[in-house]
Structures are given as structure tokens and as C-alpha cells.
């Protein structure tokens, strides 16, 4: 790809002037290239809708036994989603009956079968950073299913920040007497707890994998990509098949099923673009220190020669 792009007259000037900038995106798309790394995305897309209905089940569950209330959340969801794919959420929701009791033998089940998804994730992980995984299988799994119970703590405190954040807008409302200004200041709101749920899921994910140490700096850039592209492909791909798509004429009753694969297909690509840089960030920063200790070794080398 890069040598058809080189042929650019335009391109070849931005590379002399960027030299850094075009290692690092060629080594993205070098990687993106791997015939294992391009099935990652429906290897992890197969895992997040085998878990799916796991996960929101056990969210849900949790959300409605502390505040009694998950209407909130589903009003927020649906400003981002995809129509099809809210519609799929409220169904499953819809057809849901809640318990009492959390810690049921059910939802360990389900949060066991949740747990796939971080094995899936972390599988991908490690094949990307070239690492070979331990063969500790059990422990792997304790560590998925301990991970996988921390994801849904994390993810249900996010979401009770999220139903706080609709009576924040009501009370702006009572005093400030103004809808467009409270209005504009909600959506502000609803962005910055959007970009930093996101974020923290995205780190929490990638910075908690076993068998690699890593550093928070590490991994904030692919994790700070991923959010916004999540938002992003959210956002447009709701707006295709909203206004310009009309893929009922095809799939006919499957068109609400096409459309959700399709998403965590797009949101699985990204996750794995996100991946990626962080690999290719600390692949160059490698080999930078590389070269700088062996120039500073010939250097060192060629003054003891000449004394």
C-alpha cells in the first residue's frame, strides 16, 4: 500500500517533512496487514456477542436492584446507538425479569460466560504484542472471570453517573431559567462522561492484561483513540442507517440483527486499530533507545581508541 502511496509527489514531500509521523502509520498498516491480526476483529466481534446479553443482563440487573431504575440509561443509550440496535437493547431489556438477588447461580453462569469476552481480548492482545501467553490455564481463567467482575463494577458505577447526570439537566432547568443554555450545557456534560465511561473501560481493559507489565502512558493513546472512534463510528454509522441505509428491502426481518453485527464489527476493528498503536508507540520507542545506547556505545568505543 505504502509503495502505490510513495508515487505521490504530495505524499513523498509530507514524508521528508514528517519523517517520525509516517514511521509510525506505516508500521500500523504493516501490522493491520498480518493475516493473523486481520481476524482478530471477528474473532473479538464473535466474543462480544456471545457475551453480550451476559454482560447487559448482569449490568441491568445491578443497576435496577440499586437505583430501581434503568430507563435512564436506556434514554441516553438511545441517542447513540444505531435505531436497530436500541431496538434489539430494549427488547432484550424489555423481556428480562428482575431479581431480588444478585449473587444467584444464574448470573454466575452468566457472569462465566461474560468472562469470554476478556479471554477473547486478551488472546488478541498478546498475539499482537508477539507474546507467548503462559500455560497456566486455570489461573487465566480466574483472571478473566475476576476482570470480567471488575469491567461490570466499573461499568455500573459509569452508569449510575449517567442517571445522576439527567437530574443535573432537571436542575439546571429549575435555575437557569434559560432550555438553550441548560440544553448546551447538558449535551457539554453528557460528551465528557461519554469520552471518559469509554476511556475508562478501554484502559481498565487493556492496562489490567496478565503477562505483560505496561505502564498507564502505554496504553492512554490507543485507549484515548478507541473512545473517540467508538463515538465516531457510533454516531455515523447510526446516522447511515438512519437517514441513508435501507437495508429492510434486503434483510428483511433481519435487518435489526445485520445492523447490530455490523456495529460490533466496526467497534471491534477499532478496539483492535487502538491495540495496535499502543504496540507500535512502544515498538518505536524501543528501538529509538536502541539506537541511541548503541551510538552513544560507538562513540564511547571510537574516544578510547583514539586516547
Known amino acids: 500500500m505504502f509503495k502505490i502511496l510513495k508515487k505521490i509527489k504530495f505524499l513523498r514531500k509530507l514524508e521528508q517533512k514528517y519523517p517520525h509521523e509516517f514511521t509510525y502509520i506505516r508500521e500500523i498498516v504493516h501490522l493491520l496487514e498480518h493475516r493473523e491480526i486481520k481476524i482478530l476483529a471477528?474473532?473479538?466481534?464473535?466474543?462480544?456477542?456471545?457475551?453480550?446479553?451476559?454482560?447487559?443482563?448482569?449490568?441491568?440487573?445491578?443497576?435496577?436492584?440499586?437505583?430501581?431504575?434503568?430507563?435512564?440509561?436506556?434514554?441516553?443509550?438511545?441517542?447513540?446507538?444505531?435505531?436497530?440496535?436500541?431496538?434489539?437493547?430494549?427488547?432484550?431489556?424489555?423481556?428480562?425479569?428482575?431479581?431480588?438477588?444478585?449473587?444467584?447461580?444464574?448470573?454466575?453462569?452468566?457472569?462465566?460466560?461474560?468472562?469470554?469476552?476478556?479471554?477473547?481480548?486478551?488472546?488478541?492482545?498478546?498475539?499482537?504484542?508477539?507474546?507467548?501467553?503462559?500455560?497456566?490455564?486455570?489461573?487465566?481463567?480466574?483472571?478473566?472471570?475476576?476482570?470480567?467482575?471488575?469491567?461490570?463494577?466499573?461499568?455500573?458505577?459509569?452508569?449510575?453517573?449517567?442517571?445522576?447526570?439527567?437530574?443535573?439537566?432537571?436542575?439546571?432547568?429549575?435555575?437557569?431559567?434559560?432550555?438553550?443554555?441548560?440544553?448546551?450545557?447538558y449535551h457539554y456534560v453528557h460528551l465528557v462522561l461519554s469520552v471518559m465511561i469509554i476511556t475508562s473501560i478501554v484502559t481498565f481493559l487493556m492496562y489490567s492484561v496478565p503477562d505483560f507489565r505496561q505502564r498507564f502512558r502505554d496504553v492512554i493513546q490507543g485507549a484515548l483513540f478507541t473512545t473517540f472512534g467508538w463515538i465516531i463510528v457510533s454516531f455515523g454509522f447510526k446516522l447511515y442507517t438512519d437517514y441513508y441505509a435501507n437495508y429492510e428491502n434486503i434483510y428483511k426481518t433481519f435487518t435489526q440483527l445485520f445492523v447490530f453485527v455490523m456495529w460490533i464489527y466496526l467497534l471491534s476493528y477499532v478496539l483492535i486499530v487502538g491495540i495496535i498503536i499502543n504496540r507500535v508507540k512502544i515498538t518505536i520507542h524501543d528501538s529509538r533507545k536502541d539506537l541511541k545506547n548503541n551510538n552513544e556505545y560507538t562513540e564511547g568505543s571510537d574516544t578510547h581508541e583514539t586516547a
Open 42 to 185: 471477528p474473532y473479538i466481534a464473535f466474543f462480544i456477542l456471545l457475551s453480550f446479553i451476559p454482560i447487559l443482563t448482569l449490568i441491568f440487573e445491578v443497576v435496577y436492584f440499586t437505583v430501581n431504575n434503568n430507563e435512564d440509561i436506556l434514554i441516553v443509550i438511545k441517542e447513540v446507538l444505531p435505531s436497530d440496535v436500541y431496538t434489539v437493547l430494549v427488547r432484550l431489556i424489555e423481556r428480562h425479569s428482575y431479581h431480588a438477588s444478585i449473587l444467584t447461580l444464574s448470573n454466575l453462569f452468566l457472569l462465566y460466560i461474560a468472562s469470554k469476552i476478556y479471554s477473547a481480548f486478551y488472546t488478541s492482545y498478546l498475539l499482537i504484542y508477539n507474546i507467548k501467553p503462559k500455560k497456566l490455564i486455570f489461573r487465566t481463567r480466574i483472571i478473566s472471570f475476576i476482570n470480567t467482575l471488575l469491567l461490570i463494577i466499573l461499568i455500573f458505577f459509569l452508569c449510575v453517573i449517567t442517571i445522576f447526570s439527567k437530574y443535573l439537566y432537571e436542575l439546571l432547568e429549575i435555575y437557569l431559567l434559560n432550555y438553550l443554555i441548560s440544553r448546551y450545557f
